[in-house]
């Protein structure tokens, strides 16, 4: 199984700060063939459920602000929230979907300094 | 609109069983690989199982794999869990996912608001 490793575990960051959360994963999700990294990102606001944010480590998804950015490749990758934002406080997670299981960081949780 | 709506969680003891579903609308189900994801109060996200477009392929977490089984019927846009054996680490909030593809997951597009699964005695 691919391991997922986030850090921190929490961060807290002044409003219109940036914030850096990272992801690594215990093997490669880039897949050769098609130079894509298998890797989401999603974003949990307290009592909702998760909501996605970016897929193929960098694309955002529809309607996701342009703050919210993905980078990385390989077995290391970076989500980045360039100015902070009050309805930004949730915890994030990294899922990796270059093989089964489906596995998941254990969550970074993003709070307002 | 996207709705994912789950049910069938509750209170079972340990060793019972619980079957859980999930209505979807909003989108084309037979296009979408469902999966299942758990969240255990206050912990985070786990994979539990996915089926395939077809049915034809199934995908199980180690934890669960020969205790739960998944299903779908694309006529009734509908994604079932059999859940057996049920044990107290088993206890969460179910989402059911969709992710696109045909075959295997991939990132999960759309997230219900889940069913609680409680084990215990």
């Known amino acids: 199984d691919i391991v997922m490793t986030q850090s921190p575990d929490s961060l807290a960051v002044s409003l219109g700060e940036r914030a850096t959360i990272n992801c690594e994963s215990s093997?490669?999700?880039?897949?050769?063939?098609?130079?894509?990294?298998?890797l989401a990102w999603y974003q949990q606001k307290p009592g909702q459920p998760p909501k996605l944010l970016i897929y193929w480590a960098s694309t955002r998804e529809s309607g996701v602000p342009d703050r919210f950015s993905g980078s990385g490749s390989g077995t290391d990758f970076t989500l980045t929230i360039s100015s902070l934002q009050a309805e930004d406080v949730a915890v994030y997670y990294c899922?990796?979907?270059?093989?089964?299981?489906?596995?998941f960081g254990g969550g970074t949780k993003v709070e307002i300094k | 609109e996207v709705q994912l709506l789950e049910s069938g969680g509750g209170l079972v003891q340990p060793g019972g069983s619980l079957r859980l579903s999930c209505a979807a609308s909003g989108f084309t189900f037979s296009s979408y690989v469902m999966s299942w994801v758990r969240q255990a109060p206050g912990k985070g996200l786990e994979w539990v199982s996915a089926?395939?477009?077809?049915?034809?392929?199934?995908y199980y977490a180690d934890s669960v794999k020969g205790r739960f089984t998944i299903s779908r019927d694309n006529s009734k846009n509908t994604v079932s869990l059999q859940m057996n054996s049920l044990r107290a680490e088993d206890t969460a909030v179910y989402y059911c996912?969709?992710?696109?593809?045909?075959?295997?997951?991939?990132?999960?597009?759309?997230w219900g608001q889940g069913t609680l699964v409680t084990v215990s005695s």
């Open positions: 093997q490669s999700v880039l897949y050769s063939s098609n130079d894509k990294n298998y």
């Open positions: 899922q990796q979907y270059y093989s089964t299981p489906l596995t």
């Open positions: 996912a969709p992710s696109r593809g045909s075959v295997t997951p991939k990132w999960v597009d759309y």
């Open positions: 089926i395939s477009t077809s049915g034809g392929a199934t």
